[in-house]
Structure formats: structure tokens, C-alpha cells
């Protein structure tokens, strides 16, 4: 547990907003401004937003699905950000993505077995009746039949998906797998049946999680570290449980308040939050809450709020990006 | 064919809509699938029910069956009632229906931008209700569109009638829905997943403003949703369907306090909770929700049922009373031990 797995320091990735006859940048979609977060070995950071706050351009950037604009991505100490697409390739093995619908994200003309064969393939590893082998193998942990092995992806249920999905993460033995939103496409009986299964595979692969989602309840549940992110940014980050009872950030806070619980008659101490999320082409300058904060004030309009550690420090920091102590 | 007499009609205090042994069939590829089996509820003025379950347990189906928007040809209501202030709606000639579908049932769905015209002004899909239902000039439809909005807090209304969908956010897409599912001030609204695309922080705005509306205007509202802690924070009442058929139906509280099928406690027991400690197993519901064409015989969800015997496979249980309103469908019921929160 002494140095992290991964280091994302400073990373941006702005997109572009072209317009006019040539197409010019006229500005930029700050998706992800300025965010640092670490995930230490064996553990899972989940990492929370609502829909367009960045948090899956963030896991993008990190596998290099999309190029960040600045930053350090530090993976075991070599900055991933920097290196070209070619010397990327021993990396692959080592970072792994599961998506949010495997309909969209396992190819439909290949069987199971093709598909979970071809990391091995282009990875140069065993013989065709090994690699068999390895992929009966994989089927037996996520879950599934060995007769679905000669099967397409259209022949399973949702759930069965996000099994081969998992299947196909973990084929190459990874350290770190970066999970987009695994489960919200599942209906509740399904959701946690893959949830068991992502827990149990992590304790038995000795695997770290970036698990990215937008349900808290969720996220908390699977997670050691949580960092809460908003308009590209990340607000408030510190022990799931410590963020959970003493959330520090307003928007930390209206967030936990606004999680439906399957408990009759509890709304009376909801926090209903008035206002807007900005968009994030060229948001207002300062904290990015500031449109719907409770208790804005006018330095909020003005000077953004830097990421400070309240208490503890290293893995055990639990830090928030505002300007107050609320 | 109204059966004004059996029913107390609008103004007592029985059911404003009540829905009797509803059965629907579809025809797929598979063949002709029953995906509503003999649903039955009852929703009381000013009131909301909740429909929870499953994708394809039928709730969305059930929903539509009511205002006859089934798909057509391939959806069709094979049997029950559908009683609107005891007046039957699956009989009810077009004319009567279409009486009902704008001036005394509104429909929220799921997605406001597919629910709007993408290049119309809002404030000329809020007019045409108007226009069509009421003797009003267009100028005059517009201001009531721009009254209505006001009421389901768009700020600077005025404008936001000039406006195409595009330019809103989805929370307030979904507030334009809303108005217009409120503009004849229906006394029933049927929401289908209302808040499902929406952000959780916009959903508590969203459920909110429904809440405050229904106290204002004491319309009954049906929400369909698949998340219990919506349906714990804003219903009277539970459906619990599983596969087309309901599993359970009664108070919220006593629902939540006291679930009685195998298949709520399931559900109840699956979902995450912010007080369980971090890491632990969840509890699950073995095997998946079955297709409408391979449904098992027999209760419907005995092949996932931790409790099951042999007349589970052979027959379908009906539906007994456990206490008062509160109804189950399983033969063993009784049996369960008394339900205790999740461990946390």
C-alpha cells in the first residue's frame, strides 16, 4: 500500500466547440479541468457524478480511448499521457475497461469464444488448444455455461453480458480495471448478482477498481475511496464511509440527501437543490456549484475552490473543493 | 354499458379508476405472449399508486392499456375492465375515449425530448391543448400555456414559450411534460418512469413539484418506476408485478414493513443501502427475470424462489389478503419469518 497504482495528476481534456465557415475552435467543452485522484493497489476509488459532469471522459483519458489536453496519467510511474499510441500496447494488458451496456460493447458477429480468445491472440499468448482452455477457464469464474462458449452475444441476457464483458476484462490478468457504469443498465435482481461477482473477483485477482457510476448508493457500497465529481471537476474525495457520514461539500451533501431510500415516509428532510448545472462549454469562472449552492457567496463567483485535504493526508485524505468549512 | 351503478362515480370516496382481471396479449415471433395476466387495482382520489418491477414485468403495458395505447396490431386487451368513475374504458366507443385521453388522464413517459415535438415551440405543443379541448383563442392559449408552465417552476415562462425542446435541459423537458400532462387538470396522470433519465438531484425536483401539484389540484396519480425508494418516498399505494402477473399490492407501509412475497423481499434485499457497511455480499435473486415467450408454468417466479414446493410448479397462486388492503400471491406466505430490515 505504499505507492499508488495510478496517479492521474492535473489531467484535462477539453474538446473543441468548432464552429463558423472553417471550423474554428470558438471555444472549449472543459469535460475534465484539472483533476487529480489516485487509486492505490487492490482497492476500488469510485468516482460519482451526474450525467455530463466528465467522470466517463475521465476513465476514457486514462485508457487513452480519448487524448487528454494536460496532465500526468502515472501508471506504476510511467506517464501514460505522454507516451505514443505504439508504446502504449504493454500497457493494455495491465488497464482494462468494462462498459456500461455490453450490447453496445461486445462485438455481435463474433461467438463468446472468439471473442474472448482474441485478447490472447493479439497478445501473443499460448496455442490455439491452451488459449481453449483459458477461455473455459474465464467462463467458469464470471459465471457462465461452458456451452456458451460457442454462443453470440444476442443469445444472453443483460446480466449473462456483463459477465462475458467481465470475462474479456479480466483475460489478461490486469492490475486495474476501470468500470463505466457496469451495473445501471441491469435491473436491481441482476445488479447485484454482478456486483457479488466484481467483489469477489477483486479480492480473488488482487484487482484495483476506478468504478464509475452515478448511483452514490452503489458506488459507496463497492468502493474504499469515493471522489464526487462536478462540471469536470472533482469536489470532494476521502473514505467512502467518512464522505458518507461527514460529507464536507455541499453538493456532496444534497446528493445523499436526494438518493431515494426504500424507506415510506422519509421525505421530510430532503434537500431539494434550486437552479441549474452550467454547461460545461466555458462555465462561469469560479466554483463550478456556485449556480445551485445554498450558501454562495460572492468570492464563489469569483476565485475557484482548490481541492484541500481537511483531514488526514495520502490514502487516508478525505479533501474538498470549497471555500468554506460548512 | 356504464355501470355508473355499481361504482360510487366521481364524487364519493371510491376508487377513481379501478382495473379488473386486466389481461393482455401480444403477438411476437415467438407467438401470442401474455404479457398482463389478470392484473387488478384500484387507485383512490388524490392518491398515487406505484407500479414497481422489472423490465417486462408488464407494468409499462398495464399503463398503457388503460388509455388503449397499446401497439397496434400486434398488442391487444383480451380480457377485464379498466373502470374510469365506473365508466369502461376497453369497451368505450373512440369518441368517449378520446374524451378521456385529453381531458381526464394525462401521460408523463420516460423521456421527455421523444415525448415532444423536437421542431415545434413549446409554447405551441402547450397551446394545442388548449385549442383543441377548450373555446379559446390562440392568444389566450398561449397565456395558459405560459400560466402552466409558471406552475411547474420554469423560470421566466414567457420566454421559454418561444423556445424549441433543444434549448431545455432534461429536467426541464420533463417540467414541459409534466404541463402538458397537467393542462386540462386531469384527475389522473400516469407517469412511466418519470425521473428515470433524469439526475438524482433533478429527480428530487421533479418528485417534488408532482407531490406539491397533486396537493394543489388533488389529482390521483400511477407512477411506474423500477426503483422501490421512489416508490417509498412518494406513493400511498404498491403494485408489485413480477412476469406480467402481480406478486403483492398494498399501503406503502405496510409493503415496506411487512413484504410478504419472496419477490419483494428479494428486490428489498438486493438493492445497495448507504448504511450497509462497504464490501459485504448482497443478497440476490438467483437466475433472471424470464422472456415473455418461455414463462414458466405454475407461479411465475418459482423457478428463482429461494422457498418453492411442488404446488409452486404446478399452479399459479391467487391473490390472498395478508392484512387489510395488503395482498400477496404466494402459497406460502404464511410461512416466511417475519421480516427484519437487511442486516446492515
Known sequence: ?326 | MTSTATTSGAAGSGPLLEVRDLAVEFDTDAGRVRAVDRVSFAVRPGTTLGIVGESGCGKSVTALSILRLLPQPMGRIVGGQVLLRGQDLVTAPLDVLHKVRTGQIGMIFQEPMTALNPVQRIGRQLSESFLLHQDVTPREALERSVEVLAKVGIPSPELRVNEYPHQLSGGMRQRVVIAMALSCRPALVIADEPTTALDVTIQAQILELMKSLQQEMGMSIILITHDLGVIAETCDEVLVMYAGRVAEIGPVEEIFARPSHPYTRGLLESIPRLEYPRKTRLRTIEGMVPGLADLPAGCRFHDRCPHRVDRCRAEAPSLEPVAGAHGVACYRWRELAPWTEPAA
Open chain 1, 1 to 326: 500500500m505504499s505507492a499508488p497504482l495510478l496517479e492521474v495528476r492535473n489531467l484535462r481534456t477539453w474538446f473543441p466547440v468548432r464552429g463558423g465557415v472553417f471550423l474554428a475552435a470558438r471555444g472549449h467543452c472543459k469535460a475534465v479541468d484539472d483533476v487529480s485522484l489516485s487509486v492505490w493497489p487492490g482497492e476500488t476509488l469510485g468516482l460519482v457524478g451526474e450525467s455530463g459532469c466528465g467522470k466517463s471522459t475521465l476513465g476514457k483519458s486514462i485508457v487513452r480511448l480519448v487524448k487528454p489536453t494536460a496532465g500526468q496519467v502515472l501508471f506504476d510511474g510511467t506517464d501514460l499521457a505522454a507516451l505514443p499510441m505504439r508504446s502504449l500496447k504493454p500497457y493494455r494488458r495491465e488497464i482494462q475497461m468494462i462498459f456500461q451496456d455490453p450490447a453496445d460493447s461486445l462485438n455481435a458477429r463474433l461467438t463468446v469464444g472468439t471473442m474472448l480468445e482474441e485478447p490472447f491472440v493479439i497478445h501473443g499468448i499460448g496455442n490455439e488448444a491452451s488459449r481453449r482452455e483459458k477461455v473455459l477457464e474465464l467462463l467458469r469464474i464470471v459465471g457462465l455455461p461452458p456451452a456458451a462458449i460457442d454462443r453470440f452475444p444476442f443469445e444472453f441476457s443483460g446480466g449473462q453480458r456483463q459477465r462475458i464483458g467481465i470475462a474479456r476484462a479480466i483475460a489478461l490478468n490486469p492490475k486495474l480495471i476501470i468500470c463505466d457504469e457496469p451495473v445501471s443498465a441491469l435491473d436491481a435482481s441482476i445488479q447485484s448478482q454482478i456486483l457479488n461477482l466484481m467483489l469477489d473477483l477483486q479480492e480473488r485477482l488482487r484487482l484495483s477498481y476506478l468504478f464509475i457510476a452515478h448511483d452514490l448508493a452503489v458506488v459507496k457500497h463497492v468502493s474504499d475511496r469515493i471522489a464526487i465529481m462536478y462540471l469536470g471537476h472533482v469536489v470532494e474525495s476521502g473514505d467512502g464511509e467518512e464522505v458518507h457520514h461527514q460529507p464536507r461539500h455541499p453538493y456532496t451533501r444534497a446528493l445523499i440527501s436526494a438518493i431515494p431510500q426504500p424507506v415510506p415516509r422519509r421525505r421530510s428532510y430532503r434537500q431539494i437543490l434550486s437552479g441549474e448545472v452550467p454547461s460545461p462549454i466555458d462555465p462561469p469562472p469560479g466554483c463550478p456549484f456556485q449556480t445551485r449552492c445554498p450558501h454562495v457567496q460572492a468570492v464563489c463567483r469569483e476565485q475557484m475552490p482548490p481541492l484541500r485535504e481537511v483531514a488526514g493526508s495520502g490514502r487516508e485524505a478525505h479533501a474538498v473543493a470549497c471555500h468554506f468549512d460548512l
